[in-house]
C-alpha cells in the first residue's frame, strides 16, 4: 500500500533508530540531574519515543532494573591534596568518580540516585 492519503499528500515515515544512538539516549535520561524531556529535546526525538525505549529495555533486561550480576570492577582510591582549601576538599571528598570501559567517566555526588546510577552503569558497561 502506498504511503500516500486522501489528500495526495505524502504520510511521514517513522525514523528508525539503530541500537547504539537508543542506548546512549536512554542512558543520558538516568544521569543525575537529567530528565528524559531534556535528553528529548538534546537528540530531537519525542520524549514518549524515549519513555517506550527505556520500557523496552526494562522489559529485555538491559538496564539495571533487571536483576544482573555484576563482576568486579577495579577501584583506585587516591589521597587528598594537603594545599587545597578546606572548601574545595570537602567538595571533592563529597564526589565518587567512576570510569567505565577506559573511555567513559561518570562523577556522582553525595546525593545520588543509587539505581537510577546502576542503569547508567549497566548500559554503559553492555555498550
Avoid at 531534556?38 to 519515543?49: K, L, M, W
Amino acid at each position: 500500500m502506498p504511503d500516500v492519503d486522501t489528500n495526495g499528500a505524502k504520510r511521514r515515515r517513522n525514523k528508525r533508530w539503530p541500537k547504539e544512538p537508543k542506548r546512549e539516549i536512554v542512558a543520558a535520561t538516568y544521569l543525575p540531574g537529567s530528565s528524559v524531556s531534556i535528553v528529548a529535546r538534546q537528540y530531537d526525538v519525542n520524549a514518549n519515543q524515549i519513555f517506550r525505549w527505556r520500557r523496552l529495555a526494562d522489559e529485555s533486561g538491559s538496564t539495571a532494573s533487571s536483576t544482573t550480576s555484576s563482576g568486579l570492577v577495579p577501584v583506585t582510591i587516591t589521597p587528598e591534596l594537603e594545599d587545597k582549601p578546606a572548601s574545595a576538599q570537602q567538595a571533592h571528598s563529597d564526589t565518587i568518580e567512576i570510569e567505565v570501559g577506559g573511555d567513559c567517566r561518570v562523577r556522582v555526588g553525595s546525593s545520588f540516585d543509587g539505581r537510577a546510577l546502576k542503569r547508567v552503569l549497566d548500559i554503559l558497561r553492555n555498550r
